[in-house]
């Protein structure tokens, strides 16, 4: 392990839920024409000019030499960082502490060792999400030799130098890959697996000579033991060959050491595993950390992973963190923030003066996802460490902007504790209303799309022919909200090679998406704080936000691209000037409420008209603006004395008509505005009401109302077909088509032709719909021509609401080409409507009267149904509600998390892929009050199997029981209380073959008599069509459809009229798919089953009282405890009397021995004595003779008491067969603890025993081992997964250990019982005996797999 401390010499994707908001690509700009004009006296506002570009941005004058280039890899221009830092070069972010909630800070990386006036750059790390925690709750002492055994197993020498005044030592272990990404794993595994097959290799071709030899030697093979010598090394070689096919690295362990040395803890690691030369790594040789902000040390695994990591230490001692990171993202956004290279200026993160707080919110068990937990516990981090920025490249869609838990949380420490909070908008564009949450959609962050200037494009991007402009990326998500905010605040470069991890194996690379653009702007108000901080200025959120917006650059012209770029592009210089001309006004953050008046409900944040109805007319709105303090203010010094004399503009009275002016006070005021649309013409219209202080028109804005207005086309002439014709594309360019999805429409089909080509193109295609409560209902497409061609596509949509079809030219795809690509597209609608969204099924014979119709036009009816999962209800058989031990968990209010641990046991009769799933809680991070779910499957061995969140993911599981812990956490109580019996759903994928396909009747009856089957029809324009859906046969039902399990799957009703070009040819696919279900009924009663009861005992009453007391007797006896001296003593003498009072009745001897075999003992030779002793009486009560003539005696099937003397007298076999193999079992244990004992002795005296080739005793115990063994081979098949142990232990005694591995696989692979931990240490063993130590090790890192000692923190 190599250690460093953090503060010496320095040297120089989207995703679909949530996540880190960048992109290995870069992916435009928003020129969607519309009328509006901008409002008069906007201020602070300029042109953002290309960087090296003349005035009028011609794009022949712009070139780069080696400092443009260098600074275009780091964009700070842009931003005015670059003149700001010239003019203030002590500004530069100095005293202002950003935390950073992304995936993790690599403290290796370059340019994150120290600030540029020497201080420690990065302050703490912390992984907030749990992911990298070690259970260190086991305590041990060290022995006379200074040696602790390790959580592992493994035997640790510790330092004798390390103090540790009470002697205990906390032990734990993790698998490393835990720690580390897919990424980093998968190099490790392809290096490790080259030398394990090296190794392997050299194991086969030994193994292969040694059977060469043995067939020389051998010509011809006649005699029994030559052929089981020559299986035996086939065997092996066989043995070996399929363990290269299965091999599966799960990588090395690391064991972990924790301590108090009297003043802090410590932590040591060993990881010799990882290393090459097993004298590295080695637990004595490790320098000791604590928490990290405490000695800021990192450390290095070991020189092949290249990886650092940091160490806290929590609860006492009895957990231990080891934080990685779990993607290159977070450093990457670290760096554009802050990293300072002093040999590299040009290279300096925005702020290279400020410091860093790394809290980790992606999960590394869930690849990097966040969690509800990582964002909590991060935001607790940012209030203890008192930063003064929030940096957040994370987000996803929203069904309710600007709502939940975290958005709570983010608005207290906002408000109370003054933090300036920014986000990322997403990635999710060129769309309109893609923001995502929180950065896009939340109140009190600041949201920031993603900019690319001309030298960023030229440079970063290495293209040939940079944009003349600047403009925003194609991706970068844009506005409004939902409820009708703006979305995106400001822009910023969206794109940087900035540093990334060690582990990478390089020092920078590029990336670009909002989460490039967000740690830029960030970096921007860090040298905004150090100037603020360094003047004395009072720092406040919502003075910061204001000075930002109305110092912007515009990136276009256009009012409507407000909705892409925010206010526009920052300025950190033109920003400094009005904090300074501002700074003695008060700090008012100026809420604003809209209400369609007249109406209470719903209350949005902008004024946002969409459907066709909500433009026809002009409309009257309420905005009430409510100024808010900060939680510290003054009721008499700043609340009673606010009085503002506001003048209020529209930014186009003709269509948005205001009052004039407004006093407000604290308690806010509201004014109408009248909205008279009707003049708009087709498309996309965005228009401001703000407000101007009267008495310092320099201010510009303090509030605005954003007003969107949306006049989609309607459709009216049939076909309904919109042709869009001649559209000319340049690289960026975008066209956006409104469009009312006519009544009745259900899917679209589209085509796309384009012209003009001379290099391929790249083209982004969105279509989006909002619906009340719902994620916008988005269908995207990235479609590539490499010449003139026609695409085709179809989509979902909905009737009666607004459809926006963007059309976008990738914003550097065919830059180097001055043609404009022509493109055609035309959308045509389609639909049959039915009377149900949903069709349930309810579990009766009935079928489901669906009612179909076609408005539009012709579509031929062709129903099809298929249910292809099933979903089994389960509550929870245990809940564990208590509070988080740990400081981290404590709220910045002071309450204290509490967690509710709800238990679910689940079996399945064969294997499957299944998915947990909470419909409660899933599928929302953001936009819910509940604060966090995480979930964990594992089987009766505490093997993990599979983890989750609220997105829960599928897992392969055998056959077999298993365990699915869900953990939950809030601070409120009574919410916990009320999930203590949440239902889960275990929802199971059914294999193709069991996929059930519905049947459609035209009468009501059919389901039922087989008749009138329905057959494919065409819906004409007017009429309406019913039929029947026939629910699934009982008899075909899946294994473990137990009642009240819903069978889901999807219903179809038409077909495309133009085919999907799918490798060259059409498809008849369903254009739109619904939900279908099937609730399963109780199961019927079967005949059989109730006929038992009615049948008579032929017994008389003496003898069946006789029989039942008996069976009562041995019932008792096996339900008495052993786990006591005095419970065994009791346990004995009962038997005993048991079998004097019924001698000779093996199903009571039977179940004696499952006494002795349940018990432990110290005394390994006694027990087996007693085992064998035990069998025997079991093997002398069978009359073997009278068995053995039954079970040959062939039963006539009508003869029942036949039948059931036969059935006995297998059970007896059974019982036999069972006290054979029992028998043999000890035999062998006591053959092998005699041969034990006699080596032992050897060096002592000379004992005079021999031992045979095999290693085993000669004599009695041998000789008895082989006869039971023979006797057991006479009933039963001895390869059988039941006695195959036995058969295994008879190959090894006979010293045939490839052939005893052969055996065992299939053993172990037969076993449909959870794996059995005998069975794998015996492998281990063979494996040693061979001398395969590669395999073996390969063995033992794998049951730390199989057979945890506890199962993982959450």
Partial sequence: MLLRAIYKAPIGIERSFGGPLSLAFSLSRISTPGKSSSYSGKVGVRKAMPTGASDNGALRSFGLNESTFLASLMPKKEIGADRFLEAHPEY??????????????????????????????????????????????????????????????TRLVVNKSWKNPSGEWHVGYKLVYELFTGTLTSRLKKERKKKWEEKNQEAISE?????????????????????????????????????????EDKGPIIDAVVWNDGDVWRAALDTQNLEDDPENGKLANFVPMTNYRTELKYGIFSKLDACSFVTNIYNDGNILSIVTDCSPHGTHVAGITAAFHPNEPLLNGVAPGAQIVSCKIGDSRLGSMETGTGLIR?????????????????????????????????????????????????????????????????????????????????????????????????????GPTADGDLGVCLSAPGGAVAPVPTWTLQSRMLMNGTSMASPCACGGVALLISAMKAQGIPISPYSVRKALENTVAAVSSQPEEKLSTGQGLLQVDRAHEYIQQSKDLPCVWYKVNVTQTGQEAPITRGIYLREASASQQSTEWTIQIEPKFHEDASNLEQLVPFEECIQLHSSNPLVVRPPEYLLLTHNGRSFNVVLDPASLSHGVHYFEVYGTDCQAPWRGPIFRVPVTIIRPIVLKNMPLVLSLTGMSFMPGHIERRFIEVPVGATWVEATMRTQGLDTSRKFFIDAVQLCPK???????????????????????????RTLELAIAQFWSSGIGSNEATIVDFEVEFHGINVNRAEV???????????????????????????????RIPYRPIESDLSPLPTIHDKLPSGKQILSLTLTYKFKLDEGAEITPRVPLLNNRIYDTKFESQFYMISDSNKRVYGVGDVYPKKVKLAKGEFTLRLHLRHENVQY??????????????????????????????GPLMGNGVFKNSILVPGKTEAFYVAPPSKDKLPKGCVTGSVLVGSICYGKLSLGLRKGGQ?????????????????????????????????????????????????????????????????????????????????????????GFLSKDSDDKMTHNQEIVAAANEVIDSVNKDELAKYLLEKIEPEDEDAEKIKKKMETTRDQLADALYRKGLALAVIET??????????????????????????????????????????????????????????????????????????????????????????????????????????????????????????
């Fill in 92 to 153: 530069d972010g100095r005293g202002a502490i950003v935390a950073i909630f992304d995936s993790g800070v690599d403290p290796a990386a370059a340019g994150l060792q120290v600030t540029s006036d020497g201080k420690p750059k990065i302050i703490d790390i912390i992984d907030c999400t749990g992911s990298c925690d070690i259970d260190t709750s086991k305590v041990v002492k060290a022995d006379e030799d200074g040696c602790i055994d390790g959580a592992s197993g």
């Fill in 207 to 247: 193994a292969l000579k040694h059977l060469n030899e043995f067939d020389q030697k051998h010509k011809k093979v006649e005699d029994i033991n030559l052929k089981k010598t020559r299986e035996d090394l086939q065997a092996r070689v066989d043995f070996l060959e399929k363990q290269a096919e299965s091999y």
């Fill in 378 to 478: 991060a935001m607790i981090a940012a209030v203890e460490h008192k930063c003064d920025l929030i940096n957040m490249s994370y987000g996803e869609a929203t069904m309710l902007p600007d709502y939940g838990r975290f958005v709570d949380l983010v608005n207290e420490v906002v408000d109370k504790h003054r933090v300036i909070f920014i986000s990322s908008a997403g990635n999710s564009g060129p769309a309109l209303t893609t923001v995502g949450a929180p950065g896009g959609t939340s109140s009190s962050i600041i949201g920031i799309g993603a900019y690319v200037s001309p030298a960023m494009a030229a440079g970063a991007h290495c293209l040939v022919e940079p944009p003349s402009e600047g403009l925003e990326y194609t991706w970068s998500s844009r």
């Fill in 774 to 800: 719902r994620r916008p209902i988005k269908w995207e497409s990235v479609a590539s021509f490499s010449s003139p061609s026609i695409k085709s596509f179809s989509f979902k949509v909905e009737g009666g």
């Fill in 840 to 870: 349930v099924l309810d579990g009766s014979e009935a079928g489901k009267r669906i009612e179909a119709k076609a408005v539009l036009s012709s579509e031929k009816l062709a129903p099809s149904a298929v249910l292809k999962k099933i």
């Fill in 976 to 1005: 916990l209380e009320k999930m203590k019996q949440l239902v889960l759903f275990i929802e199971k994928n059914l294999e193709e073959k069991d996929f059930m396909k519905l049947s459609c009747f035209s009468q009501p009856d």
């Fill in 1066 to 1154: 059409n498809s008849q696919a369903c254009p739109v798919t619904y939900r279908i279900s099937y609730i399963v009924p109780p199961p019927k009663i079967d005949e059989k089953e109730k006929g038992k009861d009615s049948s008579s005992s032929k017994k008389s009453l003496p003898e069946g009282l006789d029989d039942e007391i008996r069976e009562t007797k041995i019932k008792f006896l096996s339900g008495l405890p052993q786990g006591t001296e005095e419970e065994r003593l009791k346990w004995k003498e009962f038997s005993g009397s048991l079998k004097s009072e019924y001698p000779k009745y093996t199903p009571l001897l039977a179940k004696i021995l499952e």
């Fill in 1233 to 1354: 603890l005699k041969t034990e004992k006699a080596l032992s002795k050897e060096a002592e005296e000379d004992s005079g025993k021999t031992l045979t080739e095999s290693g085993h005793e000669s004599g009695d115990t041998a000789d008895s081992f082989e006869e039971n063994f023979k006797e057991l081979k006479k009933w039963v098949d001895v390869k059988s997964s039941k006695y195959a142990l036995l058969l295994v232990t008879q190959e090894r005694r006979c010293g045939r250990p490839g052939t005893a591995l052969k055996v065992l696989n299939d053993l172990i692979q037969e076993d449909a019982d959870p794996p059995k931990k005998k069975l794998y240490e015996l492998r281990i063993s063979l494996l040693d005996k061979i001398g395969w130590a590669h395999v073996a090790a390969y063995e033992r890192r794998w049951m730390h797999v199989r057979f945890p000692p506890s199962l993982p923190l959450f």
